[in-house]
């Protein structure tokens, strides 16, 4: 899907294209959304250097991800996308052209859906491509700060359930679903720094002063965040540590349990078996009170036991 977005005097323009459409004279946001074999050829026409395939667009290396060739500036970031209580990691291309950017993406991305929102509403005064990109990476880095946010709550709520019998199995899902995220976060996070970096350090001619100070305030956005990031994973660290270890815990007071029993009715098993051997010289074989009395000795005995390891204060 081709969507052009045309924007002047805040009033924002939005034009579904096809192949057979020529680019708006106005247009400074070009978007494609999965774009089939048609219209990548399309694209081709439109573009001086090859353009991105999806393979291209999720390397990791920097040579593939941050780089200028005749087309402009190209930037291959991943953005965060929160899908029920999960943290995705999504990648979109974005080519910053002299006269409009161009983004790539093979998913649905709820930033781009809030800054074209943004825009329709006319909270935003961009009339610049590199206006553009530079909020969309502000509202990103917002983003991320929230969703670090918003893991300190799930973290709170998990320390009071560390200690609760009945919910170690959750808590020990919400870690790991936490800790994913957290991950995801961070590399969202370094990624980030990485594009700015870039483009502070090779594109700064083409972007004004204003520009260049939102970048130097997200660059010290992110620097703040990333202790916070840390400071989660080792917090993440020591409620697994803490989880594992009441968990530990648990299973030691049922094993210990178990062991007392078992020793408790060692003697009255003891018993038991002496006088199921049945021999002929036992006396209490034809004594009358003999069943009662082994009876009374099997019970006194586990008794015995039992306040034996009472008074050591081993139960």
Same mark, same amino acid.
């Given at each position: 899907?081709?969507?052009?977005?045309?924007?002047?005097?805040?009033?924002?323009?939005?034009?579904?294209?096809?192949?057979?459409? #020529?680019? =708006?004279?106005?247009?400074?946001?070009?978007?494609?959304?999965? =774009?089939?074999?048609? /219209?990548?050829?399309?694209?081709?026409?439109?573009? %001086?250097?090859?353009?991105?395939? /999806?393979?291209?667009?999720?390397?990791?290396?920097?040579?593939? *991800?941050?780089?200028?060739?005749?087309? !402009?500036?190209?930037?291959?970031?991943?953005? =965060?996308?929160? #899908?029920?209580?999960? %943290? *995705?990691?999504?990648?979109?291309?974005?080519n910053l052209r002299e006269s409009f950017l161009l983004t790539i993406r093979e998913e649905d %991305? !709820?930033?781009?859906?809030?800054?074209?929102?943004?825009?329709?509403?006319?909270?935003?005064? &961009?009339?610049?491509?590199? !206006?553009?990109?530079?909020?969309?990476?502000?509202?990103?880095?917002?983003?991320?700060?929230?969703?670090?946010?918003?893991?300190?709550?799930?973290?709170?709520?998990?320390? @009071? @359930?560390?200690?609760?019998?009945?919910?170690?199995?959750?808590?020990? +899902?919400?870690?790991?679903? @936490? /800790?994913?995220?957290?991950?995801?976060?961070?590399?969202?996070?370094?990624?980030?720094? *990485?594009?700015?970096?870039?483009?502070? *350090?090779?594109?700064? /001619?083409?972007?004004?002063?204003?520009?260049? +100070?939102?970048?130097?305030?997200?660059?010290?956005? &992110?620097?703040?965040?990333?202790?916070?990031?840390?400071?989660?994973?080792? +917090?993440?660290?020591?409620?697994?540590?803490?989880?594992?270890?009441?968990?530990?815990?648990?299973?030691?007071?049922? &094993?210990? &349990?178990?062991?007392?029993?078992? %020793?408790?009715?060692? =003697?009255?098993?003891?018993?038991?078996?002496?006088?199921?051997?049945?021999? !002929?010289?036992?006396?209490?074989?034809?004594?009358?009170?003999?069943?009662?009395?082994?009876?009374?000795?099997?019970?006194?005995?586990?008794?015995?036991?039992?306040?034996?390891?009472?008074?050591?204060?081993?139960?």
């Open positions: 899907m081709i969507t052009a977005y045309s924007y002047q005097n805040r009033q924002l323009t939005i034009t579904e294209l096809t192949v057979d459409h #020529v680019l =708006p004279k106005d247009m400074i946001w070009l978007d494609l959304y999965k =774009p089939d074999e048609k /219209e990548r050829e399309w694209l081709s026409h439109i573009s %001086v250097e090859e353009v991105p395939d /999806e393979d291209d667009i999720n390397e990791i290396e920097a040579s593939a *991800r941050f780089y200028q060739n005749n087309d !402009g500036l190209h930037i291959n970031s991943l953005f =965060p996308q929160r #899908v029920g209580q999960d %943290v *995705r990691a999504v990648n979109v291309s974005f %991305v !709820g930033l781009i859906r809030l800054l074209r929102n943004y825009l329709r509403l006319g909270r935003l005064e &961009i009339s610049t491509p590199q !206006g553009l990109l530079i909020e969309l990476f502000n509202l990103k880095v917002d983003y991320l700060s929230d969703l670090i946010e918003d893991v300190y709550t799930v973290l709170d709520n998990v320390s @009071q @359930q560390v200690f609760e019998n009945d919910e170690l199995d959750r808590v020990f +899902k919400l870690i790991t679903l @936490q /800790e994913d995220s957290n991950g995801k976060i961070r590399l969202s996070l370094l990624d980030t720094q *990485r594009s700015l970096r870039y483009m502070q *350090r090779y594109y700064r /001619e083409q972007l004004s002063d204003a520009n260049m +100070k939102d970048l130097r305030e997200m660059l010290s956005d &992110i620097e703040s965040l990333m202790p916070h990031s840390q400071f989660i994973f080792d +917090k993440l660290n020591f409620l697994l540590d803490a989880a594992m270890g009441f968990s530990g815990l648990q299973q030691n007071k049922i &094993i210990k &349990i178990f062991s007392v029993a078992a %020793v408790v009715f060692m =003697p009255p098993t003891l018993i038991a078996s002496s006088y199921g051997m049945n021999f !002929g010289g036992m006396p209490e074989l034809t004594w009358q009170f003999g069943y009662p009395m082994a009876i009374v000795m099997m019970l006194a005995s586990a008794a015995g036991t039992y306040l034996f390891f009472k008074q050591k204060g081993w139960l």
